[in-house]
């Protein structure tokens, strides 16, 4: 994005007088061409000369006078050029002005502009956000360079709503369409992208991650899914106006399906039913106490334990924001916690 300060002129008076003090930068004009600086002539004292700074080159014009009169006509075909050393004074700031050059340079390489992109992020975490949503936000993006600027934005805050908005959308595409190749960074790159939509997804939009609970083909995103409803309702429970039937239905399906004897093993299918009961949970799902009890009775106790030490912590949350509308899914949790206390009080079958 190019910016261009308010007047020439006025710059180049206010050069006259700051330029070449300790300390201090002479002032920039950013334009299509790349960065102009203004700054004394070494080799004429008393006279202005202009420096560009773009790609890496540094070059000094000195044909200033033309540059004044229209800098827009002006022209690198129209001067002699001679390479220059980067003044230490403007090193900083043109430091920074290159990295951003260099991170819109698609002709360099994905490794290249990966290594650029974590120094931007670095020095500007704001400016970053925005450039990453933006790329991700092109039709064009694609390949090896849109899967490193999907797992870049999950190290990034996206604080304007708007964009919030179009990306999270954007990031479900990506998932959805990613989580059907088999080529070794699609599974990264789909967990990665639901992480962080997760994180922004409004609750009147969770139906949309439907989709994301279908069996793997051939990525698994079943168990993060159920996950990322857990942190969407960590504080308490959907309205009952929301319209969340078809997803809460699939969650329930899901406890049904992995709350079996012959899938009930640690690992990753013992976690799907794990975090399906507890989706239920959170959903305020009346189904919830009928899993918790099916969960009983197959007699895992390891199993009861860690579902009982879950759900006691999701009645601590929901209890410490005193939510009125929580009040009968809050009910809910409280029975399947009493059922699980009773189970262990009685003895352990063989």
């Given at each position: 994005?190019?910016?261009?300060?308010?007047s020439?002129?006025?710059?180049w008076?206010?050069?006259?007088?700051?330029s070449?003090?300790?300390?201090?930068?002479?002032?920039?004009l950013?334009?299509?061409?790349g960065n102009?600086?203004?700054s004394?002539?070494?080799?004429?004292?008393?006279k202005l000369?202009?420096?560009?700074?773009?790609?890496?080159?540094?070059?000094r014009?000195?044909?200033?006078?033309?540059?004044?009169?229209?800098p827009?006509?002006?022209?690198?075909?129209?001067?002699?050029?001679?390479?220059?050393?980067?003044?230490?004074?403007?090193?900083?700031?043109?430091?920074?002005?290159?990295?951003?050059?260099?991170?819109s340079?698609?002709?360099?390489?994905?490794?290249?502009?990966?290594?650029v992109?974590?120094?931007?992020?670095?020095?500007?975490?704001?400016?970053?956000a925005?450039?990453?949503?933006?790329?991700?936000l092109k039709?064009?993006?694609?390949?090896?360079?849109?899967?490193?600027?999907?797992?870049?934005?999950?190290?990034?805050?996206?604080?304007?709503?708007?964009?919030?908005?179009?990306?999270?959308r954007?990031?479900?595409?990506?998932?959805?369409?990613?989580?059907q190749?088999?080529?070794?960074?699609?599974?990264?790159?789909?967990?990665?992208?639901?992480?962080?939509?997760?994180?922004?997804?409004?609750?009147e939009?969770?139906?949309?991650?439907?989709?994301?609970?279908?069996?793997?083909?051939?990525?698994?995103?079943?168990?993060?899914t159920?996950?990322?409803?857990?942190?969407?309702?960590?504080?308490?429970?959907?309205?009952?106006?929301?319209g969340?039937?078809?997803l809460?239905?699939?969650?329930?399906?899901?406890?049904?399906?992995?709350?079996?004897?012959?899938?009930?093993?640690?690992?990753?299918?013992?976690?799907?039913g794990?975090?399906?009961?507890?989706?239920?949970?959170?959903?305020?799902?009346?189904?919830?106490?009928?899993c918790?009890q099916?969960?009983?009775?197959?007699?895992?106790?390891?199993?009861?334990?860690?579902?009982?030490?879950?759900?006691?912590?999701?009645?601590n949350?929901w209890?410490?924001?005193?939510?009125?509308?929580?009040?009968?899914?809050?009910?809910?949790?409280?029975?399947?916690?009493?059922?699980?206390?009773?189970?262990?009080?009685?003895?352990?079958r063989?």
């Amino acid at each position: 994005m190019t910016e261009t300060l308010r007047s020439p002129i006025d710059d180049w008076s206010k050069a006259s007088t700051r330029s070449g003090k300790k300390g201090q930068r002479s002032p920039i004009l950013r334009t299509g061409e790349g960065n102009w600086i203004i700054s004394q002539d070494l080799d004429n004292p008393g006279k202005l000369a202009i420096d560009l700074y773009n790609q890496e080159i540094f070059e000094r014009y000195n044909n200033i006078d033309s540059f004044l009169s229209d800098p827009q006509s002006f022209s690198v075909t129209d001067t002699t050029t001679e390479k220059d050393e980067m003044p230490i004074e403007h090193a900083s700031q043109d430091s920074y002005i290159s990295t951003w050059n260099r991170l819109s340079n698609e002709a360099l390489s994905v490794e290249d502009r990966v290594e650029v992109l974590f120094d931007c992020i670095k020095e500007d975490e704001d400016r970053s956000a925005s450039y990453v949503a933006e790329e991700l936000l092109k039709d064009e993006a694609i390949g090896e360079w849109r899967n490193v600027l999907v797992i870049a934005a999950e190290t990034l805050q996206f604080r304007d709503l708007s964009l919030r908005d179009r990306l999270w959308r954007k990031l479900l595409d990506i998932a959805l369409e990613r989580r059907q190749n088999a080529d070794p960074s699609a599974e990264v790159v789909t967990l990665a992208a639901i992480r962080r939509l997760g994180a922004m997804i409004p609750e009147e939009e969770m139906m949309l991650l439907v989709p994301l609970l279908d069996p793997p083909n051939p990525v698994e995103t079943r168990l993060l899914t159920l996950q990322r409803i857990g942190i969407v309702f960590e504080f308490g429970p959907p309205t009952a106006d929301l319209g969340l039937e078809e997803l809460t239905q699939r969650v329930h399906e899901l406890a049904c399906k992995f709350t079996d004897r012959d899938l009930l093993i640690a690992g990753r299918l013992a976690a799907i039913g794990m975090n399906a009961i507890l989706a239920l949970a959170y959903l305020g799902n009346e189904q919830l106490t009928q899993c918790v009890q099916e969960a009983i009775n197959l007699n895992y106790r390891w199993f009861s334990r860690q579902l009982l030490r879950k759900l006691n912590a999701i009645r601590n949350d929901w209890e410490s924001q005193s939510q009125s509308e929580a009040t009968c899914s809050l009910e809910r949790i409280i029975d399947a916690i009493q059922l699980l206390r009773e189970s262990f009080a009685q003895p352990a079958r063989g």
